[in-house]
């Protein structure tokens, strides 16, 4: 056969358990031969030195999204998306964020539009739920989660967000009952309430103190209760954004216990400490984050648990607020550490980090790394096999990486709207040079060949975790059932 589109030849192909030499035959949008020795495409790429890797999956990213505390970040479905591509990642999956007071199914159809419209690179997202009334969780969700959208994120903490446990119970029952997975922000809202308080009153108002406020034990309270919640109905929960240590242990606990719970990571945990936020004046807001930055041994701790499975992926957690008064400060010099957007720009860095922190370095190999970066993300929300791996039927989604390229990351350089980079100056080596989307070449030498809307929108099927049969034990059918109206029949 000779009439490949485009063909990769020569390089080095991974998947998430194995390394092979391997060229790749598209045609159209998908992947059509994976052998050696293919002839030569209409168009012909040379990856002789290169890793030939499916393209990166970032399912934990704010896009055109307005935060809880009504903060808009600057990055819209086009410069995000363009970002991701630049970054060797070719899916996102951001939030449709339901604020208190509007319709889910309003919400999921506004934020479809604007992807349509914007998204160079193919795309989902998840919805945010901020309300459980009756046509909230019985018609808009389920009908959403029937159209491919096939799991959601809900808060424990931020006024304006946080669902409490009685919401909570209601939203896992309907997950378990359509099988959708759930995304946790996972904090105490009332610990760091009652601390920021204090803080306050006592002058302490440095961004620093978000860190203080956001002690480590807010995080694992919450997240053993959620956990426990989940066990009523033996659902499966992710935990975003984990951070520190003891949450991590009571993640591990849980899982040897038999609990279905899974979790994410992001470049900034694994690769900046609270030091950073203490800065002169307000330049600490640029490193607020929630969950916060830790310190060393939570670092090491976190790169343990991607290496040992017990977090299953590495997501960006973009959240692209510029550090001025749209953003991170909103009352100028007086902004405290309460006033701060949360969160950081990453979408573009992320796997480059990732690359150069994990593989160059040898913390990981770099199999862990493509299923860090793109196979697990496609398996845990429904992707796979469709993303993720590079095999005949898959879609054409290809990072071609230089192992050895050196780049030095700059705000200047990357493409999104922030204006600044956590990692201003931070050099690394691995760089993903050819970026290929749904068979087309979008990114090759520093530029980019894709037009705004020509990214496609992937419905996605069950999340795995939600697919696996599991026996139920008679207590928890009982309970499950008990998430039925007493006159439904189950
Ligand atoms: N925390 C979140 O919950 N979302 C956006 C970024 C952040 O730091
Ligand atoms: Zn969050
Ligand atoms: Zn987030």
């Known amino acids: 056969m000779n009439d490949f589109d485009l063909t990769i030849r020569g390089g080095m192909v991974a998947s998430d358990v194995d390394t092979f030499r391997a060229d790749v035959g598209i045609v159209g949008d998908r992947i059509v031969a994976m052998e050696n020795g293919l002839p030569a ?13 499916p393209g990166g999956i970032d399912t934990h990213c704010h896009v055109e999204q307005r935060s809880g505390m009504g903060r808009m970040g600057a990055d819209d479905w086009y410069t995000a998306s363009v970002c991701a591509a630049f970054g060797g990642t070719t899916t996102i999956v951001p939030f449709a964020a339901q604020h208190r007071g509007t319709s889910l199914a309003q919400v999921a159809a506004d934020y479809a539009a604007l992807a349509r419209e914007k998204s160079v690179i193919d795309y989902s997202y998840h919805l945010i739920l901020s309300e459980t009334d009756p046509q909230t969780l019985n018609t808009d969700l389920p009908e959403l989660i029937r159209s491919g959208i096939t799991s959601f994120k809900v808060y424990m903490t931020y006024e304006q967000l946080k669902i409490d446990d009685y919401q909570m119970l209601d939203v896992l029952a309907v997950a378990a009952r359509e099988r959708a997975l759930v995304m946790v922000h996972a904090e105490n809202n009332d610990v760091i309430k009652w601390v920021s308080q204090r803080l306050l009153e006592r002058g302490y108002t440095a961004p620093k103190f978000h860190g203080t406020s956001h002690v480590q034990l807010a995080e694992s309270e919450a997240t053993h209760r959620v956990i426990q919640l989940s066990r009523l109905f033996d659902v499966p929960i992710l935990v975003v954004h984990v951070s520190a240590r003891e949450a991590l242990a009571t993640i591990q606990a849980a899982q040897k216990m038999g609990a279905q719970v899974y979790g994410e990571t992001c470049p900034h945990y694994l690769l900046l400490t609270e030091d950073d936020m203490d800065l002169p004046g307000t330049e600490g807001a640029k490193y607020c984050c929630s969950p ?9 701790a976190l ?7 017990t977090l299953q992926t590495l997501s960006s957690d973009h959240a692209p607020y510029r550090y001025d008064a749209t953003g991170k400060l909103p009352k100028g010099d007086a902004t405290t550490f309460k006033d701060v957007a949360n969160g950081m720009p990453g979408l573009e860095a992320r796997l480059p980090l990732l690359f150069s922190e994990g593989v160059s370095k040898k913390r990981l190999t770099l199999p862990e790394f493509v299923a860090l970066s793109a196979t697990n993300h496609a398996r845990m929300y429904g992707l796979f096999p469709r993303k993720g791996l590079l095999q ?17 990351l700059t705000a200047a350089t990357l493409h999104d709207n922030v204006g600044y980079t956590p990692y201003e100056g931070m050099s690394v080596t691995g760089w993903p040079e050819t970026v290929v989307s749904a068979g087309r070449v979008i990114v090759e030498r520093g530029e ?7 990214g496609r929108f992937i419905p996605r099927k069950t999340p795995m975790p939600c697919a696996i049969e599991r026996e139920l034990t008679p207590s928890t059918r009982f309970f499950r059932s008990l998430s039925y109206g007493a006159h439904e029949q189950k």
């Open 303 to 309: 790169w343990d648990a991607l290496k040992q499975g």
């Open 448 to 454: 980019l060949h894709a037009e705004r809307g020509s």
């Open 392 to 408: 005949p039927g898959a879609d054409a989604d290809v990072a071609i990486w230089n192992p050895l390229c050196e780049f030095t």
């Open 292 to 300: 916060p930055l830790r310190d060393a041994d939570a670092q090491q």
């Open 41 to 53: 495409g209409r168009r012909d790429i040379d990856a002789t030195g290169r890793y030939v890797l």
